[in-house]
């Protein structure tokens, strides 16, 4: 277990004390011409307690101070490998599964974005007049960004609460999914789907932060999972209509719970595990007796369909520790948990599954780190290394009538007797991703499998290539979607004298026209079909004479969301279809 602080300074004289003064450039081999810094008398100090178990990958810290905003990668002894000051106060320092590496920084209000040789190479803020938070941002292996912001506006609280303030300052937050073009392609308002009586802050205030977001994470579907501290709750958006799929927490709890009285409070970064199962960092804020003060790592199993939530694992020290504020939980290839605890100390301990304790890092001085990670980094190639190889040459995934999300697993070989290191995942269209974190190393003669997954109503063409760039060699991977719901796009030879038009516009909101031609009198239909199959609209089902004819469809009322539509024609033997998007 992670010792108290007193016990700490007891272990002091056997931690390793890191110390980094006058520091001019830091880095390893080729990278340390790059790293030029005039002084870094001021970098936060820390000491650190391993033990044989605990992972090899490199560290991740960003501590929030703007006394010394420093972003840095270390390893177990605390050797830097990377080494820079920002302007100020820093937060979620990370690689990105494209083989970026971000972090936001207060001095500049912004998300920076550096290449792997820790060159500035892009800013990120939010688009549409919203304000950039501190939070969370995830580049996706498409190259879009996900960020949260805010969005506050005037209130008279006074209409709903008694005592409320008459001209309070609401704070609200937002979703963006930005594309490689800077452009917002999709945006969701806690004003539009939260009460402000969803909160637990105190509504009497004149500034109200109603939601408080934390953390986004695509899941398995490709919807949304994000963890809202001030309503305590973690939501599930719909990527495609934005609308919520259900609240896990707070005051609209849908989620009954087993093995755990207490649930979760306040709480930080859900993540969904390559398990199924969901992890998050329980901070435990305001609990009630105040013996009840403590924070966890915990790891629930959930049952979406009959909303049952079953916690199977926790880390709570012993004794405990408490942290308002700030936090994270990784869970590592190794099967052991990373813990960020935020503002408190110690602020690192690293477990294994049974709960021992195999690392420990504290700063020295007051500092505190918003979240910390390991990953692989920079990692060498071996002479005469072998090639890492794809179990698969192409990827088809095909949907099934009753699915939503098509998925294929594909193992990465290591045949090579070290490791090597999955550097960078990447492709093109926002229907195909991949949701769990990279880099990612792959053992000495071991494998890494991971899931793609394809949801074609997200949007995007249905062909796509996966690059997947090891420290070895460069992997590609053809990629298909395929819908297998009876709807063809090509289901048999047709006439000259029998044709369907493509849809104009397309893709359309709210109105678009159908133009079609028959080769003789007859019974006519021309229905609208869902991605699975399902038929949404009846347009036309009527006898009608040879030759062109067209007809509108418009949405009224929010009949269809967005999305992947098709049109099929059928005229006697005849038969064809094709697709169209109503983008709202």
């Not at 001021?42 to 000491?47: E, G, Q, R, V, Y």
């Amino acid at each position: 277990m992670v010792p108290s602080k007193m016990k700490m300074n007891s272990l002091l004289a056997i931690s390793i004390i890191v110390v980094l003064t006058n520091l001019n450039s830091f880095g390893v081999g080729e990278e340390k011409s790059k790293q030029k810094q005039s002084s870094a008398a001021d970098i936060p100090k820390f000491s650190i307690v391993s033990s044989f178990g605990c992972d090899t990958n490199y560290i991740f810290l960003g501590p929030t101070t703007s006394s010394a905003p420093y972003i840095m990668i270390i390893d177990n002894k605390g050797t830097p490998v990377f080494v820079k000051k920002a302007k100020s106060g820093v937060y979620d320092f990370k690689p990105q599964p494209n083989g970026t590496l971000s972090y936001y920084d207060r001095g500049g209000d912004c998300y920076y974005v550096m290449n792997k040789d820790y060159e500035i190479i892009d800013s990120i803020k939010c688009l549409n007049g919203i304000e950039t938070d501190i939070h969370e941002l995830r580049i996706l292996s498409n190259g879009n960004y996900l960020i949260l912001g805010t969005d506050t506006h005037k209130a008279d609280m006074s209409k709903i609460v008694e005592n409320g303030s008459t001209s309070a300052t609401i704070i609200g937050y937002v979703i963006q999914e930005i594309d490689k073009n800077k452009k917002v392609i999709f945006e969701w308002r806690t004003w539009d789907n939260f009460e402000i009586t969803d909160s637990f802050t105190d509504l009497k205030q004149n500034t109200i932060d109603v939601a408080h977001g934390n953390s986004i994470e695509v899941d398995n579907d490709g919807n949304f999972l994000v963890s809202f501290r001030n309503t305590q709750e973690v939501t599930k958006i719909d990527r495609g209509t934005g609308k919520i799929i259900w609240r896990w927490g707070g005051k609209k709890n849908q989620f009954k719970y087993i093995n755990d009285a207490l649930g979760f409070s306040w709480q930080h970064a859900a993540r969904r595990l390559p398990n199924g199962n969901i992890m998050l960092f329980d901070n435990g804020f305001r609990r009630e007796p105040s013996s009840l003060s403590f924070s966890r790592a915990l790891e629930y199993k959930i049952d979406e369909l009959n909303k049952i939530v079953t916690l199977v694992w926790q880390y709570r020290n012993t004794p405990d520790i408490y942290s308002i504020g700030l936090g994270y939980s990784q869970r590592l290839k190794n099967g052991n948990t990373f813990i960020a605890w935020g503002a408190a100390i110690p602020a690192i301990t690293e477990v294994t599954k049974e709960g021992k304790e195999v690392f420990e890092l504290s700063f020295v001085e007051n500092y505190s780190t918003y979240r910390a990670y390991r990953f692989p980094w920079k990692h060498k190639i071996a002479d005469n290394a072998a090639n890492i190889a794809a179990s698969v040459d192409n990827c088809i995934l095909e949907m099934e009538n009753n699915k939503e999300v098509a998925s294929k697993l594909i193992t990465l070989k290591n045949p090579n007797p070290f490791a090597a290191v999955v550097t960078s995942i990447t492709n093109n269209e926002r229907s195909f991703y991949i949701p769990y974190e990279f880099p990612a190393e792959i053992s000495a003669n071991d494998s890494l499998s991971f899931t793609v997954y394809y949801r074609p109503n997200l949007g995007g063409k249905s062909e796509d290539t996966l690059h997947i760039e090891t420290n070895y060699n460069s992997i590609t991977i053809p990629m298909v979607g395929k819908i297998s719901t009876g709807i063809s796009l090509n289901e048999r030879e047709v006439p000259n004298d029998f044709k369907l038009e493509q849809n104009y516009p397309n893709p359309f909101n709210p109105e678009t026209t159908i133009s079609y031609k028959v080769q003789a009198a007859s019974k006519v239909s021309l229905k609208v079909y869902d991605v699975l199959g399902r038929e949404v609209a009846t347009l036309v089902d009527e006898y009608k004479q040879a030759g062109s004819h067209n007809c509108k469809l418009r949405i009224v009322n929010g009949e269809l969301s967005s999305g992947i539509y098709f049109y099929r024609l059928q005229s006697g033997s005849y038969c064809e279809t094709k697709k169209f998007v109503l983008m709202k």
